[in-house]
């Protein structure tokens, strides 16, 4: 069974900064893609950033670029998010996901491509 634990999330100020983890069990690690999404309320899931398996590609949202940084420990069975200069917008819950079909066709920004997903974690930035 697989699973996505997410931690780190919390309230921040406009700013600031909070490093999101995500620990993963049940797959072997280094052959995951891993993403990260976030939805705030009323508004439907988006992506923020993704790491291939090799660790070695990054892609962000326009949104993000810049302030956030994608990284994984393959010894941890991890990937975490920093986010840097967090913005009231940022607010949201926070959803670590897997993709393990290793396809070269994934950009890795949709959410369909992923197999699992953890259960979120809450960012809240006030202004």
């Known amino acids: 069974q697989v699973q996505l634990v997410e931690s780190g999330g919390g309230l921040v100020q406009a700013g600031g900064s909070l490093r999101l983890s995500c620990v993963v069990s049940?797959?072997?690690?280094?052959?995951?893609?891993m993403g990260w999404f976030r939805q705030a309320p009323g508004k439907e899931r988006e992506f923020v950033a993704a790491i291939r398996r090799s660790g070695g590609i990054t892609y962000y949202a326009e949104s993000v670029k810049g302030r956030f940084t994608i990284s994984r420990d393959n010894a941890k069975n991890a990937v975490y998010l920093q986010m840097n200069s967090l913005k009231p917008e940022d607010t949201a819950v926070y959803y670590c996901?897997?993709?393990?079909?290793?396809?070269?066709?994934?950009?890795?920004?949709?959410?369909?491509?992923?197999?699992?997903w953890g259960q979120g974690t809450q960012v809240t930035v006030s202004s």
């Open positions: 996901a897997a993709e393990e079909s290793g396809s070269s066709g994934y950009i890795l920004r949709r959410l369909y491509e992923y197999d699992y």
């Open positions: 049940g797959r072997t690690f280094s052959s995951l893609s």
